[in-house]
């Protein structure tokens, strides 16, 4: 089972434009595996659109694979949505790593564009469909309660074949949409306690189905810092977790000290059932976000990397 640690930022904690593309030009530069962006399309606060900012990332690298955790599906045309996966994928040789969502019911989008998030669940399951049909190449007619199509058809399609389907959300209708429709899951703010269960869950639940998801295909995330817990930056950062709906122990969705206390979270998630990561870094500044990156990057990634394979045994 391959690990894959890549990096994630909550909001947009950099000083201009320049310094958030020196910090994507660092992530390709000391080989992280992959860039996200969170959707957040109403906000006082700086937040990029995830799409636009994932398109950005891969126009400046070659190597750097760049997702989404996750586009929250009921807000967008999936037409459109399947349009602009299938032209990311396409220009980047294959990089993207969609996934998606239904969307929090408290999220301020609902009030802002006067949508009623109750079938938002029902909504995401036709469009989830559509895409993938449409990612396949099928000249698509769809007659559902919520879309309607006729002979629509994409090109170029994505490189990936099938594209990755990812799914977020931790609800049994998001199981049961995973085991039905997804490719992959990838888990909220929550600790490996919680994580287990739904990744069993979802493993019943596919079989159930007639359907595997591949066992490097479960992903989950957390903030981090190399440093103390005493620290302003991470209790301004605990604090703004513990005001979050259901969370206990905001400490329980971080990690802080040093190279063995991280990397030992990352363990404790592999226990669990995942192998793909999206850590975020805990930083005053855009100077400390790239010291903080590059020291993941140069002491923990390393822990995680597969055995290299001697000559000898390559050719044997």
């Not at 802002?112 to 109750?118: H, L, S, Y």
């Amino acid at each position: 089972m391959g690990i894959g640690i890549g990096f994630g930022v909550a909001g947009f904690p950099f000083s201009s434009a320049d310094a958030f593309g020196r910090w994507i030009d660092l992530l390709e530069e000391r080989g992280a595996d992959s860039v996200w962006f969170s959707e957040r399309l109403v906000s006082s606060a700086p937040t990029l659109e995830p799409m636009a900012a994932i398109g950005m990332a891969l126009g400046r690298t070659r190597r750097l694979k760049a997702g989404m955790n996750a586009v929250v599906v009921p807000f967008r045309d999936p037409l459109v949505l399947a349009k602009e996966c299938a032209t990311l994928d396409y220009l980047s040789g294959g990089r993207l790593l969609p996934v998606f969502g239904v969307g929090d019911e408290r999220a301020p989008e609902w009030r802002a564009t006067g949508r009623d998030p109750r079938g938002r669940g029902a909504a995401a399951d036709e469009a989830l469909e559509i895409m993938a049909r449409l990612w396949a190449g099928e000249r698509l007619t769809f007659a559902g309660q919520h879309y309607r199509y006729t002979e629509a058809v994409i090109s170029p399609l994505p490189v990936q074949q099938p594209l990755p389907l990812w799914i977020g959300g931790s609800s049994e209708a998001a199981v049961r949409r995973t085991a039905r429709l997804g490719t992959g899951w990838l888990a909220g703010l929550q600790t490996p306690a919680q994580v287990a269960p739904i990744v069993a869950a979802i493993k019943r639940a596919a079989a159930e189905a007639g359907r595997t998801i591949d066992e490097d295909h479960y992903g989950a995330g957390f903030s981090y810092r190399f440093g103390s817990a005493d620290e302003p930056v991470v209790q301004r950062q605990l604090a703004g977790l513990a005001r979050l709906p259901g969370v206990g122990d905001p400490l329980g969705l971080a990690a802080v000290g040093g190279a063995a206390e991280i990397a030992q979270r990352i363990r404790e998630f592999i226990a669990a059932g995942v192998s793909k990561f999206v850590v975020r870094p805990i930083a005053e500044n855009d100077d400390d976000l790239m010291a903080q990156t590059a020291r993941l990057l140069d002491e923990v990634v390393p822990l995680f990397a597969p055995p290299k394979v001697s000559g000898r045994a390559a050719r044997a």
